[in-house]
């Protein structure tokens, strides 16, 4: 085996494992905030993604278990579950859920982002990017949780943070009626409405 075999290999296996669901044809509620037309034609135009993607979604992937192994440390974590409404056609999957027996009993999503520099991590609750919010009112909505703890961490620090996110009741009834909206349209396959104005 020579550099270039070995290159290869670990390239074919890397992408191969990189969690990347080929035959994705849902609707995913970790990008709910898009424009319910890019969500449409996702759901449709389910093709292949670049091998640099796969390359990162696999290193992002090995980063958060590395980070969920540091939660069963502390003995608060148990495995996530995946949310699935609509027979199926709705779907989100969740990074863990963070657990505690000693009152107050406590069983709150987690929800881990990866960035890569120290100063990406939000400072304040506001800075939250708005898809992140959004992403975790719709899992806390669909998956019965009443608080999310949103844990940032740096790749170039090993620094991190941790956001309470709470139900927000008017992005959840937004959230409800996008995503009834979303189901009707691909059902009978109807192109939605752009909301972002820069669909064709
Ligand atoms: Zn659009």
């Known amino acids: 085996m020579n550099a270039f075999t070995l290159q290869k290999e670990l390239t074919d296996w890397s992408i191969k494992n990189s969690g990347y669901d080929e035959h994705r044809n849902y609707i995913g509620?970790?990008?709910?905030?898009?424009?319910?037309?890019?969500?449409?034609r996702r759901f449709f135009n389910h093709t292949g993604m670049p091998m640099e993607l796969r390359l990162r979604t696999r290193y992002s992937y090995e980063v958060e278990e590395i980070i969920k192994n540091r939660f069963k440390a502390?003995?608060?974590?148990?495995?996530?579950?995946?949310?699935?409404i609509y027979d199926g056609l709705v779907k989100g999957h969740t990074d863990g859920e963070i657990?505690?027996?000693?009152?107050?009993r406590l069983v709150a999503l987690l929800e881990i982002k990866t960035v890569p520099a120290t100063d990406h991590i939000p400072k304040t609750f506001h800075e939250i990017?708005?898809?992140?919010i959004w992403q975790a009112q719709a899992y806390m909505l669909y998956g019965y949780y009443n608080l999310t703890f949103c844990f940032y961490f740096a790749r170039e620090s090993g620094l991190f943070r941790i956001f309470e996110i709470r139900p927000d009741p008017e992005i959840r009834q937004v959230i409800i009626k996008k995503v009834d909206y979303l189901v009707k349209s691909v059902t009978l396959k109807e192109l939605p409405i752009c909301e972002c104005g820069k669909c064709l």
Do not use: H, M
Request: with cysteine; proline share 12%; charged share 25%.
């Open 29 to 40: 509620l970790s990008v709910i905030l898009d424009c319910p037309r890019i969500i449409y």
């Open 74 to 84: 502390i003995e608060v974590y148990s495995k996530g579950k995946e949310i699935s």
């Open 99 to 104: 657990q505690t027996i000693d009152p107050p």
């Open 129 to 132: 990017p708005r898809k992140v």
